[in-house]
């Protein structure tokens, strides 16, 4: 349901800057900026004006008028830009006669208007959270119509497989199918497995997005906060030959080849009286849970063990002990080899099948959906016959049009969108 009321808000950070842009939008937009700055210029034009409240000119600024449709949010939409003071713009919204915006308000009008579907919302999303250049780039994409032209070709195909069934339904004994049962079923467990590959493509995605967490792990003494330090490039953990010198968890955010990893050093594995270590092991154990990667660090002498999921194995101290793969804090032996190997682990790489990357959770899941459904659809061909088949390819077509945001339900919206900042 689209609400009525006009809306103001600050557009711009919150904070002292040299430009704040306070944005409006309703079916009162236009009314109510005039009330601070007087008459708007034409449309898509920009005019110095004056703000005004009712105790007088208090700065003065750009004004900008887009008129509905044909704006951001389907709606008419003028933004002041003026002098970026928190005093000033607190003002400014004061003056203005419209309903302070909720967060996403500006987007969820946009979307419900019509000037952009969900997966392009969800791209506004992550633009705004992006941590690396890369993570701009897939939002890009997506803002583009990437995802959603993935999810329509899927629809598409779909359809066609539908079509087949329901003539089948329609007019038994006609010989109308253009593929058998078992070609039809083959059909639908391509389109899963498409639907699979797109949806595991949120691993690259996440990470692109939001960055990754990897935390060191191992024995007391593994040399984990020297290879921290040298990893982060300074000193931040305490290095000591004393074991337990690492108590709590200590992290430190790093950019390496458009990747943002959050580096997390970890007290030392091993059973202990000390009621501080103790809770200091079990935090690491925490840690490790909640990681997108551990590395597990070998000191020397200790049998080194396969990789775990999640994991990548790193002998170190190679100064000391040389060994396959090992890195030395000291000399830098074997860093660069590791930060790629950890860059490669945590981003992934999607299949060079699929051209879109996914930029959210829900996206994710929603391609998984829509796998299992199309399988089980392909199931129930051998079994159940094509009435409960063309049902369970409903069911998938009616999971992609929620990707998009043509049948979606309030809660969905209300979650997505709360999650923006105010002003957006």
Known sequence: MIDTDTIAACATAWGHAAVAVVRVSGPDACAAAATVVGRLPGPRSVVLRRFRDRDGVFDEGLVTWFPGPHSYTGEDVVELSGHGNPLLVERLLRALPARPARPGEFTRRAFLHGRLDLTRAEAVLATLEATSGRGLELARHAAGGQIADEAEALRVAIVDVAAELEAALDYPGEDLLVDDDAK?????????????????????????????????????????????????????????????????????????????????????????????????????????????????????????????AGELVVPTMADLAARPGAVSARSGEGLAALREAITEAVAGRPQASVGAVLTSARQAELFTTVARQLDEAAAALGFAGAAVAVELGYAALESLAELSGSSVREGVLDRLFARFCIGK
């Not at 059909?187 to 497995?193: E, I, P």
């Not at 990754?212 to 000591?240: H, M, Q, T, W, Y």
């Not at 080849?257 to 200091?280: F, K, N, P, Y």
């Not at 490790?288 to 080194?304: F, I, M, S, T």
């Open 184 to 308: 039809l079923a083959a059909r639908l467990r391509t389109l899963a497995s498409r639907a699979r590959e797109v949806a595991a493509t949120w691993q690259a995605g996440r990470v692109a997005i939001q960055g990754a967490r990897v935390v060191l792990a191992g024995p007391v003494n593994a040399g984990k906060s020297s290879l921290f330090n040298a990893l982060v490039g300074r000193d931040r953990a305490i290095v000591s030959p004393t074991a337990g010198t690492t108590r709590d968890a200590l992290e430190v955010a790093v950019q390496w080849d458009a990747v943002r990893v959050v580096l997390v050093d970890t007290a030392g594995e091993r059973d202990s009286t000390d009621a501080i270590e103790a809770e200091g092991v079990r935090r690491a154990r925490e840690e490790r849970a909640g990681a997108d990667l551990v590395l597990r660090c070998v000191p020397p002498g200790e049998l080194v063990p396969p990789a775990g």
